[in-house]
Protein backbone atom coordinates (compact mmCIF):
# COMPACT_ATOMS: atom_id res chain seq x y z
CA UNK A 1 0.00 0.00 0.00
CA UNK A 2 1.71 3.12 -1.07
CA UNK A 3 0.82 6.26 1.15
CA UNK A 4 -1.49 8.88 0.02
CA UNK A 5 -1.00 12.32 -0.18
CA UNK A 6 -3.97 13.50 2.50
CA UNK A 7 -1.65 11.64 4.97
CA UNK A 8 1.46 13.78 4.23
CA UNK A 9 -0.47 16.69 4.89
CA UNK A 10 -1.97 15.62 8.26
CA UNK A 11 2.20 15.06 9.17
CA UNK A 12 2.60 18.90 8.28
CA UNK A 13 -0.39 19.99 9.96
CA UNK A 14 1.04 18.54 13.04
CA UNK A 15 4.12 20.44 12.49
CA UNK A 16 2.15 23.32 11.81
CA UNK A 17 0.40 23.38 14.92
CA UNK A 18 3.55 22.93 16.82
CA UNK A 19 4.77 26.22 15.12
CA UNK A 20 2.31 27.96 17.41
CA UNK A 21 2.50 26.42 20.77
CA UNK A 22 5.48 28.32 23.04
CA UNK A 23 8.60 26.02 23.41
CA UNK A 24 9.05 23.87 26.47
CA UNK A 25 12.18 25.22 27.65
CA UNK A 26 14.19 23.66 31.18
CA UNK A 27 17.20 25.06 32.86
CA UNK A 28 18.45 21.98 33.24
CA UNK A 29 22.20 22.19 35.10
CA UNK A 30 20.88 24.79 37.62
CA UNK A 31 17.18 23.27 38.03
CA UNK A 32 16.89 19.62 37.82
CA UNK A 33 13.17 18.17 36.89
CA UNK A 34 11.86 16.02 39.66
CA UNK A 35 12.25 11.89 39.52
CA UNK A 36 9.49 9.85 39.82
CA UNK A 37 9.58 7.95 43.36
CA UNK A 38 9.81 4.73 41.69
CA UNK A 39 12.95 5.86 39.68
CA UNK A 40 16.27 3.51 39.69
CA UNK A 41 19.61 5.48 39.43
CA UNK A 42 22.73 5.08 40.99
CA UNK A 43 23.27 2.67 43.64
CA UNK A 44 24.28 3.21 47.75
CA UNK A 45 25.22 0.91 50.41
CA UNK A 46 24.02 1.71 53.86
CA UNK A 47 25.40 1.38 57.24
CA UNK A 48 23.30 0.99 60.74
CA UNK A 49 23.21 3.76 62.86
CA UNK A 50 26.07 2.57 65.01
CA UNK A 51 28.78 2.40 61.88
CA UNK A 52 28.46 -1.19 61.23
CA UNK A 53 27.67 -1.73 57.35
CA UNK A 54 24.41 -3.46 56.63
CA UNK A 55 25.93 -5.96 53.77
CA UNK A 56 26.82 -8.89 55.56
CA UNK A 57 28.21 -10.31 52.24
CA UNK A 58 25.85 -12.90 51.15
CA UNK A 59 26.14 -12.42 47.20
CA UNK A 60 22.54 -12.74 46.97
CA UNK A 61 22.49 -9.09 45.31
CA UNK A 62 25.28 -10.66 42.56
CA UNK A 63 22.79 -14.00 42.42
CA UNK A 64 20.44 -11.84 41.33
CA UNK A 65 21.61 -9.59 38.80
CA UNK A 66 21.01 -10.56 35.27
CA UNK A 67 23.78 -8.64 33.72
CA UNK A 68 26.35 -9.77 36.04
CA UNK A 69 27.95 -6.72 37.10
CA UNK A 70 28.14 -7.34 40.74
CA UNK A 71 31.05 -8.90 42.47
CA UNK A 72 31.32 -9.47 46.32
CA UNK A 73 33.87 -10.95 47.65
CA UNK A 74 32.92 -11.93 51.45
CA UNK A 75 35.62 -12.39 54.21
CA UNK A 76 35.25 -12.91 57.82
CA UNK A 77 34.15 -10.63 60.83
CA UNK A 78 36.81 -10.83 63.87
CA UNK A 79 36.81 -9.33 67.23
CA UNK A 80 39.68 -6.87 66.35
CA UNK A 81 38.13 -5.83 63.14
CA UNK A 82 34.51 -5.68 63.44
CA UNK A 83 32.30 -4.49 59.94
CA UNK A 84 29.31 -6.18 59.72
CA UNK A 85 26.48 -7.47 62.58
CA UNK A 86 26.83 -10.67 60.89
CA UNK A 87 29.34 -13.52 60.67
CA UNK A 88 30.69 -12.06 57.42
CA UNK A 89 31.02 -8.86 55.47
CA UNK A 90 32.01 -7.80 52.02
CA UNK A 91 35.60 -7.36 51.36
CA UNK A 92 35.64 -6.26 48.26
CA UNK A 93 31.83 -4.97 46.55
CA UNK A 94 31.88 -3.31 43.01
CA UNK A 95 29.42 -2.70 40.68
CA UNK A 96 30.51 -2.70 36.98
CA UNK A 97 27.58 0.26 36.15
CA UNK A 98 28.39 0.17 32.14
CA UNK A 99 26.86 -3.40 32.50
CA UNK A 100 24.23 -2.39 35.05
CA UNK A 101 20.22 -2.31 33.38
CA UNK A 102 18.86 -0.61 36.27
CA UNK A 103 16.30 -3.34 36.83
CA UNK A 104 16.58 -2.93 40.93
CA UNK A 105 16.35 -7.17 41.40
CA UNK A 106 19.75 -6.38 43.42
CA UNK A 107 17.52 -4.53 46.08
CA UNK A 108 14.41 -7.03 46.04
CA UNK A 109 16.91 -9.81 46.70
CA UNK A 110 18.82 -8.06 49.74
CA UNK A 111 17.25 -9.48 52.94
CA UNK A 112 18.90 -6.45 55.15
CA UNK A 113 17.94 -3.56 52.74
CA UNK A 114 21.81 -3.00 52.51
CA UNK A 115 21.59 -1.57 48.98
CA UNK A 116 19.17 0.81 47.35
CA UNK A 117 19.09 2.35 44.11
CA UNK A 118 18.67 5.99 44.33
CA UNK A 119 17.47 8.92 42.40
CA UNK A 120 20.62 10.18 41.10
CA UNK A 121 21.05 10.14 37.29
CA UNK A 122 23.55 11.57 36.44
CA UNK A 123 26.52 8.59 35.75
CA UNK A 124 28.35 9.72 32.62
CA UNK A 125 31.78 9.13 33.00
CA UNK A 126 35.11 9.77 30.63
CA UNK A 127 36.47 6.50 31.00
CA UNK A 128 34.86 2.74 31.37
CA UNK A 129 37.27 2.44 34.18
CA UNK A 130 35.42 4.97 36.27
CA UNK A 131 31.70 3.38 35.90
CA UNK A 132 33.02 0.34 38.20
CA UNK A 133 31.95 1.77 41.43
CA UNK A 134 33.95 0.26 44.36
CA UNK A 135 32.84 -0.42 48.17
CA UNK A 136 33.54 3.06 49.34
CA UNK A 137 32.01 5.16 46.27
CA UNK A 138 28.57 2.96 47.16
CA UNK A 139 29.24 3.58 50.92
CA UNK A 140 29.37 7.47 50.20
CA UNK A 141 26.70 9.94 50.45
CA UNK A 142 26.21 11.30 46.54
CA UNK A 143 27.66 14.36 45.34
CA UNK A 144 25.09 15.35 43.27
CA UNK A 145 21.53 15.44 44.66
CA UNK A 146 18.27 15.01 42.78
CA UNK A 147 14.60 16.11 43.41
CA UNK A 148 11.98 13.83 44.04
CA UNK A 149 8.36 14.46 42.82
CA UNK A 150 5.73 14.59 45.22
CA UNK A 151 4.17 10.72 45.62
CA UNK A 152 0.90 11.83 46.00
CA UNK A 153 0.71 13.75 42.79
CA UNK A 154 3.10 11.44 40.61
CA UNK A 155 2.31 7.84 41.55
CA UNK A 156 1.65 6.93 38.55
CA UNK A 157 3.56 8.99 35.44
CA UNK A 158 1.45 11.04 33.10
CA UNK A 159 2.54 10.43 29.41
CA UNK A 160 3.36 14.02 27.98
CA UNK A 161 0.42 13.99 25.23
CA UNK A 162 -2.17 13.39 27.60
CA UNK A 163 -0.99 16.38 30.07
CA UNK A 164 -1.25 19.20 27.38
CA UNK A 165 -4.94 17.85 26.73
Not at 17 to 45: C, D, N, S, W
Not at 97 to 102: A, D, Q
Request: with cysteine; glycine share 4%.
Amino acid sequence: MSPQPFDSFKGFAVTFRQMFRKPITQQYPEYKRPVYPRFRGRHRLWRHENGLEKCVGCSLCAAACPADCIRVVAAENTPENRVSPGERYARIYEINLSRCIFCGYCELACPFDAITLEAEYELSEYSRDDLIYTKDMLLAEPVKRMPVADREAYDTPTPVWKAES
